[in-house]
């Protein structure tokens, strides 16, 4: 099982950005994916952001534009770049990471994002 500390989350105001950081005990380079799901209260856990072993990335239609998924293979680590942050991107954010396709993902323990005036 993969180890994964998340850190950068805290409260901002809407328009502000943060990073998020998600190091994982493993090395990633050649892992099959790694992302960011987020739950808000009252809501299913729903897609941010995915970036594949080669490099391809995939967003929620909630973030495009907004969101940036990027990896250290060095540091094995990922990180979001959250811009232009709106209150309903408020959530709890979990990073996870599936090694193989066929392999159930490892999840973090999340980092609470607080977007408020």
């Known amino acids: 099982q993969v180890q994964l500390v998340e850190s950068g989350g805290g409260l901002v105001q809407p328009g502000e950005a943060l990073r998020l950081s998600c190091a994982a005990s493993?090395?990633?380079?050649?892992?099959?994916?790694m992302g960011w799901y987020r739950q808000a209260p009252g809501k299913q856990r729903e897609l941010v952001a995915i970036i594949f072993s080669d490099g391809r990335t995939s967003y929620g239609n909630s973030v495009k534009g907004r969101f940036t998924i990027s990896r250290d293979n060095a540091k094995n680590t990922i990180y979001l770049q959250m811009n232009s942050l709106k209150a309903e991107d408020t959530a709890v954010y979990y990073c996870y990471i599936r090694p193989e396709l066929y392999m159930a993902p490892d999840w973090g323990q999340g980092t609470q994002v607080t977007v408020s005036s």
């Open positions: 493993e090395s990633i380079l050649s892992i099959y994916s």
